[in-house]
């Protein structure tokens, strides 16, 4: 939803820098601010998932990134 429909909104309205820093901005803020150290690895999370969709040009390659850290946040916190 971020990278495949906001993003490319924002993406098509401004600046590939400008789009990502708004909708990583927004996907932390959605997600909640429990701490800091969370709110930071969201935002940067997001930050490099735009720039993955950016770089490829197709959502499934953040879609496929974004899986592999949640796997590896599902096998334990020694993974990540």
Request: with cysteine; glycine share 8%.
């Amino acid at each position: 939803i971020f990278r495949g429909c906001f993003y490319r909104f924002l993406r098509s309205l401004s600046s590939a820098p400008a789009a990502n820093i708004a909708c990583s901005v927004m996907f932390a803020s959605i997600h909640g601010f429990s701490d800091a150290t969370q709110t930071a690895g969201r935002l940067i999370g997001s930050l490099l998932m735009c720039a993955l969709y950016e770089r490829t040009g197709t959502v499934w390659s953040s879609l496929a990134a974004h899986a592999v850290f949640n796997a590896l946040i599902l096998l334990g916190p020694g993974m990540v």
